[in-house]
DNA sequence: CGAACTGTTGAATAAGGTCAAACCAGGTGG
DNA sequence: CCACCTGGTTTGACCTTATTCAACAGTTCG
């Protein structure tokens, strides 16, 4: 069952946006729930203290774009609650996703003038955004938060290179086992442990992630299911029985 | 006809490295065959001095390993003749290849403590080297430097999520057409220009770089050749002879 | 010349895609 | 309360694309 867009953050904003409007605020860092994993950690107090007056708290609805490619770099920020999908089209209209953003991820290029993908709330969000053009003077002012950027860059580039070798050489079986896991792995980071995997994204999502079709993506759970490896709770919840036999699945050592 | 390791850099190396062995000698950026387009172009002249001080040249023979996944990083540099490839392996061999570097692409990490690929030279191969233990010394003392290694970054960023398109939704025949204009693209910024490409690369690693197997690559050549949109001159040099169809057949819009 | 590669082409096969129908849960409104 | 609709999901039957397997052609090199 998906979210609803209800109140997203009640102690930072008893009167919220209704109707999934999009409304600005003061960010107050100190009491950030994403404080210990986004580049902000980075920072000292002080400049902890800077970024704090700059920073504002916008929502999304579920379905709202947040950027499209081509669009000039209006702002970058960090996930503080919800899912965001970034994406690339064919004319066509065929969608690659290149990345799910979950609460404490960078959304945006911190150099680049113009978006390169698509950003789309899979769920209400709350983001801690900087306009872009203040982005490129804390960087220099802030070497703390530059060579984060740039190691959050290259884990990224990283992460992006795993995810080609999953398109191009993988089959839809180890595709699905290699995704749960990535969730899994994600979910850990923020502090989220236990065999319940959320899915915030649809089955489509998941083909559009995974280079597969929706149908596709459908026999591969069932099949796991039925080997076990997998409960499927609801469509957007699994849990994963036997992670050790999945990750032989996804690294096709099975 | 793949070239032989002769003695790549007469001019700076009169006594080259026989049998493919390598070796280190210093680096002098002001003649630099790549200066304007590495990131060295960045720095100022000073700055370049220091660099001198401690960059090194090596040579790598045709097949020779740069690192390996897993390594240790023990070095970072600049192409400055010759192609490599990058690459991620799964257990049972299947090849992933992440990408091919030419003269003035930076080589290596300079954030990660591990190699995250395998490099490998695909021709002979002359890089400017700089120990990994400098770089983060140098990018603390260079602000031009790493912020110009941040854009580099997120530019290989969106590269490796444009071919994440390709491998999850593009055809073969698509794939091979994008690919041949990105190695048009790549040698214009080198300042090689007109329709004839070069190709370093064999079949199977052309294969490996668009998740295709060798013989389906084959077939595309030979198809997009019957459609006259390109002249095969021989297995490492085509002739584009038709951009616009092929730029149309790369973005789905034929 | 013949061996070893690399690349091309053809025929058979399989993995995943397409098309279509059924299913299921959550909401809506009588 | 229940019938009905709706969207996402699952499942089945069939089809297409690219892979696999195999034979053959060009080159290079000993």
Redesign the pocket.
Known sequence: ??L?AANPCPRHEPGAPPHGLTKALPQDCAHCAVREIAVCTALSAPELERLSAIAVTRYFATGETLFRAEDAAAMVGTVIRGTIKTYKLLADGRQQIVGFLFPGDFVGSPTQETHHVFAEALTPIELCVFPFSAVQRLIREMPNLERRLLAVAHEDLDLAQDWMLLLGR??????LATFLLLLVNKASIRGIHGGAVE?P???????DYL?????????????L??AGLIR?D???AVTIKQPDRLAEIAEGTA
């Open positions: 069952m998906k609803v993988k089959t839809a079986q180890e595709r899915l994204m649809n089955r489509g999502e998941i083909a280079g597969l079709t929706i149908e596709t993506v459908s026999r591969q759970f069932s099949k299911k039925r499927v609801d469509s957007h």
